[in-house]
């Protein structure tokens, strides 16, 4: 797309306050003053600029009013990728975040960071957050890098904060083009290298290489670290299809492209149909032709009788038959006689399974070349976020790589092992505090609630008093009632003794009617 087109969309946009999305790719003959004209169009109606190594992409726009922030941060961004500063900024104008997962609210972010703890707070990584979410971001070499007739050496630095329970630290290298926007765990990758863990099931390093459209991954295990420091994966391959994978500069595992990976086929086949000749001599040792057995060797007994058995007293032979004694192992008896072994003259070793060749095998001298590598990407998946990718590097010798690796992450081990140790000591003095707290407000919560229960005990019981206590009153004032009308229906109001006493009980004295 030329500068001159964007104007007509530019004047329509900024006239009515419009909100726009779009996507233009500056092309390599898209530069100077006609780069400058468009992006000026561009931010006129509030698009955003990301230059990534000659290309930019302009994304969904704001209003008017924002158009300063942006020029300001468009301008920013360029100044440190022209004068390369190592600022916050200045990562972010080599990495490109991915869209992944964005609409759906899952794509995570990257945050410039030396973590909680560190050797050095200088040195800086890019680490995942938050939890749950998926994680896209990639890095456009200055220029693409072939290894063919050479080394291919890609390490990195990893360390997992969050102790991590399920999610991967491995990362990607990719060739040909790639949409670093839409860069996710569906984009081709030339080679896939480092730590996945979850569970306790799975704790190793991937290495998975692309063949002629087709992953494959080691068929080795290969185990990483699962502690919360920094380590160094490195993975080496060498124009003679062998490899090497190092952690923290120390061998892990080595090979041949051709016997580690499934990529062609064997070159060698076991031959089923063989058999083992008929004269093969397998036996290693014979006996000995010219040994003779003694004379009195099968006449020593196996047990003989035990000096210290006795007869005991009350033994009545006419009852208990004649005694005899115990026996024991002979100490002289040496078992069946075979003659001595010697070694067989005539040995041709234990028989085996020819190997032949595999009639399918085809070699490919160049099974150790990739297309050649244009990107590095780091693309996960992780429940706990907290992963510090750090101190990258591609390159074809192997022994500057073990260099570089000494000279960030590992010289700095003892210092971030320290820096670990303090911020564990203050994580279990916090959570000590924290479960104190929990444990005061939990009393504290007791506490009330006995009260509470106290209070509703003691109402309660004061209620059920008053209620027995009316009840009481209830009934005793019934039985007054009954007394009365009793005592009333047997009174003889014609009786005019003086005998009160007896007109209460007429059966006393009384004549019945």
Known sequence: MSAPALLPLALALALFSARAACEVIFEERFEGESRRIGLRFALIVEMFCHPNAGCGFLRTCARCCDVMDLWFSFVNKHWVKKHGQASLDGWESRWVRSDWKRSEGLAGNWIHTAGKWYGDDADKGIQTSPDARFFAISTKFPQEFSNKGRTLVLQYSVKHEQKIECGGGYVKLMSGYVNQRKFSGDTPYSIMFGPDICGTQTKKLHAIIQYKGQNYPIKKTVACETDQ???????????????????????????????????????????????KPEDWDDREYIPDPDDKKPEDWDSIPSEIPDPKSKKPDDWDEEDDGEWYPSTIPNPKYKGPWKPKKIKNPAYKGKWKIPWVDNPEFEDDPDLYVFAPLQYFGIELWQVKAGSLFDN???????????????????????????????????????????????????????????????????????????????????KSARLREDMKSKYSRGYDDEDDDDDDDDDYYPDHGHDEL
């Open 392 to 474: 990258i590097l591609i390159t074809d010798d192997p022994d500057y790589a073990k260099q570089v690796a000494e000279e960030t992450t590992l010289k700095n081990k003892d210092a971030e092992l320290e820096s670990f140790e303090e911020a564990e000591k203050k994580r279990e003095a916090d959570e000590e505090r924290e479960a104190q707290a929990a444990r005061e407000e939990g009393e504290r919560r007791r506490r009330s609630r006995d009260r509470r229960r106290d209070s509703h005990s003691k109402l309660r019981s004061r209620d059920r008093a008053r209620d027995y206590d009316r009840r009481a009153r209830s």
């Open 229 to 275: 420091l920094t380590h160094v994966y490195t993975f080496i391959i060498r124009p003679d299809a062998s490899y090497s994978i190092l952690v923290d500069n120390r061998e892990r595992e080595s090979g041949s492209l051709y016997n580690d990976w499934e990529i062609l086929p064997p070159r060698k086949l076991k031959d089923n149909k063989a058999k």
